[in-house]
């Protein structure tokens, strides 16, 4: 195989498949990573000109790292890992969930860390090998809503200068990746994304292609390890009091109320 090789953690679905779609387009081998998403995964590598699935736990740190030790030992151009697999469960500040926050510390950033450093360990190329952990604008915008989902983005995000230190003097590169709001999440309806997707800055909605094309540049390498992209149309320099999906429902009832009025 002459395409360098790239892990997409969660990438049956959502921004992770976007993510596949993107590197494989770009002429990459694309190794997709599912938990549950076994159709999903399938159906997407089949549609792909170079691509291969691959399944794990990622509730399981161990299993975790040891997948990545395996695809070291056979993928001779392994040049990227971007981790993009998350659970987003709902509890708030108020009422922190102690099984949510175990599965979301679990999944959302001890995995990913152990991945990481599994990674920069095995994997084996000429080229530049880079790291991009996938967190959230929510970083730089937090709020109550999403508490233990938002701690272990934190926590992820800690990584990043931690992991790029560690690897100083190298060609390795580290990177964050920060989306804001992009697809329906939640129990939010498709509709309701006109409105909230529109809260930040620029007062328009980010694509998804802006986070794949984020991610072809960070594997570039040509960024400051280190380095984190925020991909939000500026949400991230707002400060807002709750999550965007309730946010926009206060606006929408809000709305609804001075039409009636009038």
């Known amino acids: 195989m002459t395409r360098p090789a790239i892990l997409v953690t969660g990438g049956a679905t959502r921004i992770g498949a976007a993510i596949v ?13 599912y938990g549950t998403s076994a159709h999903a995964a399938e159906a997407l590598a089949q549609a792909l000109p170079s ?12 299993a975790a790292a040891a997948m990545i030790e395996r ?3 056979r993928l001779g ?7 993009s697999a998350s659970l987003f469960e709902y509890d708030g500040a108020d009422d922190c969930d102690r099984q949510i926050y175990a599965r979301a510390m679990q999944v959302n950033a001890l995995s990913p860390a152990r991945m990481a450093q599994a990674f920069l360990a095995h994997a084996t190329s000429q080229a530049q090998r880079v790291v991009v952990q996938i967190t959230d604008m929510k970083i730089e915008n937090s709020n109550p809503d999403f ?6 983005k934190h926590a992820l995000a800690a990584t990043i200068p931690m992991l790029a230190k560690s690897t100083a003097g190298s060609t390795s590169r580290i990177y964050g990746l920060a989306p804001g709001a992009i697809l329906a999440s939640h129990d939010q309806r498709e509709d309701e994304t006109e409105i909230s997707h529109r809260l930040n800055l620029l007062e ?4 998804a292609h802006e986070i ?3 991610a072809l540049f960070l594997a570039s390498g040509d960024l400051r ?12 320099l707002l400060d807002q009091d709750r999550d965007v999906i309730w946010l926009a429902r206060e606006k929408a009832r809000g709305a609804q109320g001075g039409a009636a009025r009038s």
Do not use: P
């Open 212 to 214: 794949v094309d984020a």
């Open 21 to 33: 779609s993107g590197f494989a387009e770009a002429g990459w081998h694309v190794v997709i990573h």
């Open 71 to 73: 695809l070291a030992a």
């Open 225 to 236: 390890s280190g380095s984190t992209l925020f991909i939000d149309s500026g949400q991230h």
């Open 147 to 152: 508490f233990s989902y938002t701690m272990s």
């Open 77 to 83: 151009d392994w040049r990227c890992l971007v981790n």
């Open 204 to 207: 328009r909605k980010t694509d």
């Open 51 to 62: 691509a291969e699935t691959v399944q794990c736990d990622l509730a399981d740190d161990a």
